[in-house]
């Protein structure tokens, strides 16, 4: 067995955290999810079912839209990862953040940061979305409260009207 | 009762040498885990019982898509986003970019894997009807070489496999031959997102003259491994598609199928629907047929 192949019992994994560079000394199988909230203090991202059914703990690695809690973190090693914590822009909110508030997109708030997420994602993707893609790209996050109408109008107005040409 | 993550050992080699020397040292010792999207929903719920694991995600080797004249070969840990938004596999495989579609959500489909959906081997998995009907070849590899298996020979029992310890799946090839084809493809679930099938039918065939010339039928849900209906393909080969042939088209199919209770479904209702979407897709091969 070659050694350097043997984990120990923790190991140090550097990925970037919202734009800043973190190096966590933690054991590779911690999942992602609990490496952000326990060690980093994020607790944005929420463990609902713990999984991969309801997205409340969504975030993005590598600009893609993943389940933290099905992350084990030494897959997350050299990536570079977006929680709710990084979307806005000091103290101006992203236009998705503004439109859930404006549409009351959220209630209790344990599915919004996912929710969030998983719209960012959607725009980059698709930047002017059909209802049916929008419907589409918040399939995989749950939400109890809203009936998910005001979320998908909240999606809608955050959509940039297309620049007429 | 949540894992205890210092149970177990995860080891990242990085490379597919790396990982076939783990598993050829130590064949029993080592599960392989791709996107997770399996391994860490039992991990999470303190049911998995391997211990070490050992990481396929960032084996460079495994994620290549690459395009030949003939055939594309999918690189095992392509995940099914890639597959979704990959050109060709969209205008020719469209089977297979539909099941990919329908594999959770957005997030899972990031990280699942198709690889990972061969080797899980559920009889409910969405996409393996699709490499059914597409004659798949599977690329295992070990240190001790490679070999090619037609994937139809790849499932030998409920979670049975020929895989043996020491190997990985490496690739999956899919011959481009099926352009012209009518394809078919429906999931029968309580939702269309995140919802494991009940059935599933993938199917696809071509009409020359009014007479079927080749077609070709998978069903995954109905029995321990996902299904080529053989002999309700070679009952429909050559035949003019009527009415009158569905009664035998349905009772073949139960010959082949051996659908089972559980908390999905009944046997009684996947045998009905079973056959409903084998009909169903032979209207749309007779429609699509007499309009081009
Ligand atoms: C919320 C949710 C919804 C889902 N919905 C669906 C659905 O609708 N339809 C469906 O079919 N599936 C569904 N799945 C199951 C899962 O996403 C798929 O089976 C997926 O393809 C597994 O791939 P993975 O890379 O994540 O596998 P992993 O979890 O990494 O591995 C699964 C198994 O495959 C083995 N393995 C992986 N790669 C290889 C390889 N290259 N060689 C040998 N062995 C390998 C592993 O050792 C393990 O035994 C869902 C899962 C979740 C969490």
Redesign the pocket.
């Known amino acids: 067995m070659n050694p350097s192949h043997e984990a120990r019992a923790t190991s140090t994994v550097s990925f970037a955290v919202n734009g800043e560079l973190r190096n966590v000394r933690v054991h590779p199988m911690e999942r992602l999810l609990d490496v952000l909230r326990n060690e980093l203090g994020l607790t944005g991202a929420k463990e609902g079912c713990g999984?991969?059914?309801c997205g409340s703990c969504s975030v993005l690695m590598d600009g893609l839209l993943v389940?933290s809690c099905?992350v084990p973190v030494a897959q997350a090693d050299g990536s570079n990862v977006v929680t709710i914590e990084g979307i806005a822009a000091r103290s101006l909110l992203h236009p998705l953040q503004q439109a859930f508030l404006e549409s009351g997109g959220a209630q209790c708030g344990i599915c919004t940061p996912g929710m969030i997420l998983a719209a960012v994602h959607l725009l980059e993707k698709k930047p002017q979305p059909t209802p049916a893609e929008i419907r589409e790209g918040l399939a995989?996050n749950l939400c109890r409260c809203t009936g998910y109408t005001q979320i998908f109008e909240a999606v809608a107005k955050a959509v940039q009207p297309r620049v007429a040409r | 009762m949540r894992a205890d993550p210092t149970d177990y050992k995860l080891v990242s080699p990085g490379s597919l040498q790396g990982v076939l020397s783990l598993l050829s040292a130590e064949p029993k010792r080592w599960?392989?885990?791709?996107?997770?999207?399996?391994?860490?929903?039992l991990y999470s719920a303190g049911k998995l019982p391997n211990r070490n694991l050992v990481n396929?995600w960032n084996v460079p080797e495994?994620r290549q898509l690459e395009v030949f004249p003939d055939r594309i070969r999918i690189g095992?840990?392509c995940t099914?986003s890639s597959l979704r938004n990959h050109a060709i596999v969209s205008r020719e495989f469209p089977l297979l970019a539909t099941?990919a579609s329908?594999?959770?959500?957005i997030a899972?489909q990031n990280?699942?894997?198709?690889?990972?959906?061969?080797?899980?081997a559920?009889p409910?998995?969405?996409?393996?009807p699709a490499l059914l009907v597409y004659d798949a070849e599977l690329t295992l590899v070990s240190l001790r070489g490679e070999r090619r298996v037609p994937y139809r020979e790849f499932h030998t029992g409920y979670k049975k496999t020929v895989?043996a310890p020491d190997?990985?799946?490496?690739d999956i090839s899919l011959p481009r031959r099926f352009s012209g084809y009518v394809t078919y493809t429906r999931k029968v679930g309580a939702r269309n997102a995140?919802?494991?099938?009940k059935v599933c039918l993938a199917a696809l065939g071509r009409i020359a003259n009014g007479v079927i010339q080749d077609v070709h039928l998978a069903l995954g849900s109905v029995a321990p491994i996902p299904l080529r209906l053989t002999e309700t393909e070679q009952l429909l080969i050559a035949k003019k598609i009527h009415s009158s042939l569905f009664g035998t088209v349905r009772r073949t199919l139960i010959q082949e199928i051996r659908p089972i209770d559980d908390i999905r479904s009944t046997a009684r209702y996947r045998t009905a629907v079973a056959g409903n979407l084998v009909v169903e897709f032979l209207g749309k091969l007779t429609a699509e047929s007499a309009r081009s």
């Open positions: 999984e991969g059914e389940n099905l995989g | 599960l392989p885990i791709a996107g997770g999207t399996d391994v860490m929903v396929l495994l095992a840990t099914y099941a329908w594999t959770g959500g899972n990280r699942g894997t198709l690889g990972g959906n061969i080797a899980n559920s409910a998995a969405d996409s393996l895989l190997e990985l799946i490496r995140q919802a494991i099938s």
